[in-house]
């Protein structure tokens, strides 16, 4: 069983930033592959970022790419999401997600869900224009 806390969330001005992150109980953390994905008001949730199990993969977006950062300490069971270069339609409710993929490439959490195994209870953030 693993359970996910994000934290980070918040309001801040358009061009600002934020650094979301997301700690991770138990012990098979370095297991799975984890992800971002965000929900605005009205919107079904959307694919952000994700990194593999070992770190060397990365995917984003493309809304994002360039702007977001997704990292990984394993040692501290934890998941960032580096935001920059913020804007009002980044605007949503936060999640992280934990993938049982084994493959070492993050890009298969963009295009199926079939595959996560543990979702966070979400953090709030809100861009202001």
């Known amino acids: 069983q693993v359970q996910l806390v994000e934290s980070g969330g918040g309001l801040v001005q358009a061009g600002g930033s934020l650094r979301l992150s997301c700690a991770a109980s138990?012990?098979?953390?370095?297991?799975?592959?984890m992800g971002w994905f965000r929900q605005a008001p009205g919107k079904e949730r959307e694919f952000v970022a994700a990194?593999?199990?070992?770190?060397?993969?990365?995917y984003y977006t493309g809304s994002v790419k360039g702007r977001f950062t997704i990292s990984r300490d394993d040692a501290k069971n934890t998941v960032y999401l580096q935001m920059n270069s913020l804007k009002p339609e980044d605007t949503a409710v936060y999640y992280c997600?934990?993938?049982?993929?084994?493959?070492?490439?993050?890009?298969?959490?963009?295009?199926?869900?079939?595959?996560?195994?543990?979702w966070g209870q979400g953090t709030q953030v809100t861009v202001s224009s």
């Open positions: 138990g012990r098979t953390f370095r297991d799975y592959a």
């Open positions: 997600a934990a993938d049982k993929t084994r493959t070492d490439t993050a890009q298969p959490m963009a295009y199926t869900t079939r595959n996560i195994d543990y």
């Open positions: 990194i593999s199990w070992s770190g060397s993969s990365t």
